[in-house]
């Protein structure tokens, strides 16, 4: 080339990176476009069931703050606080046992259902929206991940049909339990790493299936061996996501190892070739995942049941929480076929978690006969059965009457970590069963060619029909009072410290515990709504012991009478606030026959100091 040939200006570098940055975009925004047309179809069931979560729920916007969960408001305001003290954690200021309630003793945030991921997860939103915010995202996310999740199971390891797929993870992720329970227990909710830890252990199990092996030039079989790298990584992904549930909800997690191993024993019984092949490896694989996980939850662990404010054992009694037989049958009052009626058969609307109706049950039954692939069948089946017995409880109850007939949850009750679970709870781990029943039955109708192409989807259909959820009642709440969303409870309470609400919170009225929700749990409270050793020799009960002035506020606040105050009172309200660690005391407006508790609190603590919408006494 001649060296008088014209060179490029200065500029042309310049323009040339410009260029060439268009040029990069094209292929990136060409590929994302490609991403989303091939995964349209997941995109839109995603959609679909973002949208039906968000209709379930949307008696709690546009304002989460000035609605509630009207079937079950208590746990709801329990929540809502967890979220706020999670939330602290971004904080700096978090510990497995919190002062924020029950001064001074605490609470064992790993005793209770607290939710500390979730709460963690979602802190940014509490600390700038509120924790209502977080908890009504969180009542619509959990039933729509749920969904979700289950759904990429069904298409993407059992192979199936989107269609066939997305029946079988809306009925996972809205059937009759799952909606029940999303009147406030989140932790029961959140089931959306359930399918991802089914997914590692199959996967688990193929990494340590040597196969059948193949035959040398000898003619003899040799088996190729497990597949190390990807059974390690299984493992450890399984290590990874039963850690992460069991900072989520515990009780999720033991349903769903309960279910697996019944599965995991009827499939081997099914397939005694594969449990012979497969049994070293997988039993080593789970022998690693379980190693790892007690890396991380050994201590945390550990302190939920022996660390301060640990309980050992359920506090709930398993003969109260048992399901009625004919609740399997019958619909629950939250569907749209189901009846008010029927609500006498459980213990409240937070537990309709055995409400299939009998087209569902009959449907299944006959899915579970056709659908193919026999091993899976039978392991789906025996599960089904296992888990459906167990919720029943100690003794077979039927129709609201108790029958005397033990129940097989008796040959387990009493055991550990297993009288910690509710019977009737165990009925939950039947939507994924018949879920799955449903989907490959409906699978194999769309691959047919003959009347069960169209007859199986239409019968699963109308099974499925009378079970269709509808939305949760909410209802309006009172706002918080001004002396706490003004922060006015700064000029007498220094952060960190105990505020003492009048009345004080129960689990029955847990009501003030809003005020530390309001205020991103910015101060402790004394008593409140919790799980803790006061049981007869330290078992767990709910709530405290009341102090004898709480208990006499808590009279005034009922009863609206005004107690005589003596010396004995006076010395006893001091004595109670020194034990509290307080350093305020305060009576809001809007508190329960407040003209009497006014009076009163004068008598015990002397003249009281107006702030905001409150009265203030320092103690």
Request: hydrophobic letters at 50%; proline letters at 8%; glycine letters at 10%.
């Amino acid at each position: 080339m001649s060296s008088a040939a014209p060179t490029a200006p200065d500029a042309a570098p310049e323009q040339a990176f410009r260029l060439a940055d268009q040029v990069n975009r094209r292929p990136r925004a060409t590929r994302l476009l490609a991403a989303v047309r091939r995964h349209r179809a997941d995109l839109l069931t995603a959609l679909i069931f973002a949208v039906l979560a968000g209709w379930l729920t949307h008696g709690l916007w546009p304002d989460p703050g000035a609605r509630i969960l009207a079937l079950n408001p208590e746990d709801q305001t329990l929540y809502e606080w967890f979220l706020a003290v999670d939330a602290r954690a971004l904080l700096g200021d978090f510990d497995l046992l919190t002062d924020r309630l029950n001064a001074p003793d605490g609470v064992n945030m790993m005793a209770n259902t607290t939710v500390i991921a979730l709460g963690i997860l979602f802190a940014p939103v509490t600390l700038l929206l509120g924790a209502p915010v977080t908890f009504a995202l969180l009542a619509a996310g959990n039933l729509a991940g749920t969904a979700l999740a289950w759904y990429l199971l069904f298409h993407r390891t059992l192979r199936v049909r989107r269609v066939a797929a997305a029946l079988g993870g809306g009925l996972c992720g809205f059937g009759p339990g799952m909606v029940s329970q999303t009147n406030s227990h989140l932790h029961m909710t959140a089931q959306w790493l359930v399918p991802v830890i089914v997914w590692l252990v199959v996967r688990l199990l193929r990494a340590a299936d040597p196969g059948p092996g193949t035959p040398d030039q000898a003619g003899n079989t040799r088996a190729t061996g497990p597949d190390r790298r990807r059974l390690f990584t299984s493992a450890a992904g399984l290590a990874g996501a039963i850690s992460a549930q069991v900072f989520i909800g515990e009780e999720v997690l033991f349903l769903a190892a309960i279910t697996l191993l019944v599965m995991a024993i009827s499939y081997a019984v099914a397939d005694r070739d594969l449990a012979r092949r497969a049994l070293p490896g997988f039993a080593g694989g789970l022998a690693i995942a379980a190693g790892l996980a007690l890396l991380v939850l050994g201590y945390p662990l550990w302190f939920q049941f022996a660390g301060p404010q640990g309980v050992a054992d359920g506090m709930f009694t398993p003969a109260y929480f048992s399901a009625d037989l004919s609740s399997w049958w019958t619909l629950s009052p939250l569907s749209v076929a189901g009846s008010d009626e029927s609500a006498r058969l459980t213990t409240g609307p937070a537990e309709y978690n055995t409400f299939l109706g009998w087209p569902l049950l009959l449907v299944a039954a006959v899915c579970a006969i056709w659908a193919g692939r026999r091993r899976l069948v039978f392991a789906c089946v025996a599960a089904g059965l296992v888990m459906g017995a167990l919720s029943l409880g100690p003794e077979v109850v039927l129709g609201g009457t108790r029958t005397a007939i033990p129940g097989p949850y008796a040959l387990i009750g009493g055991l550990p970590v297993v009288d910690g679970a509710l019977p009737m709870r165990f009925a939950l781990a039947l939507l994924p069963i018949v879920a799955t029943l449903l989907v490959l039955a409906v699978d194999r109708a769309l691959r047919s060619s003959g009347p069960a192409r169209r007859l199986v989807p239409v019968a699963v259909g109308v099974a499925l029909l009378p079970i269709f959820p509808t939305p949760l009642p909410t209802a309006g709440r009172p706002a918080v009072p001004e002396f706490i969303s003004g922060g006015h409870w700064r000029q007498c309470v220094p952060p960190g410290g105990v505020l003492v609400p009048v009345p004080l919170p129960t689990p029955k009225e847990p009501w003030p515990m809003r005020w530390a929700t309001a205020a991103d749990a910015g101060f402790g409270l004394p008593e409140g709504f919790f799980i803790g050793p006061y049981g007869r020799g330290g078992t767990a009960a709910m709530g405290t012991f009341k102090q004898p002035t709480s208990a006499l506020l808590a009279d005034v606040a009922r009863r609206g009478d005004q107690p005589a105050i003596g010396d004995e009172q006076r010395r006893q309200a001091v004595r109670d606030a020194d034990f509290w660690g307080a350093s305020c005391v305060a009576l809001t407006d809007d508190a329960p026959h407040a003209e009497s508790l006014r009076a009163t609190l004068e008598q015990l603590y002397g003249p009281p100091t107006r702030i905001a919408d409150a009265w203030t006494w320092r103690v």
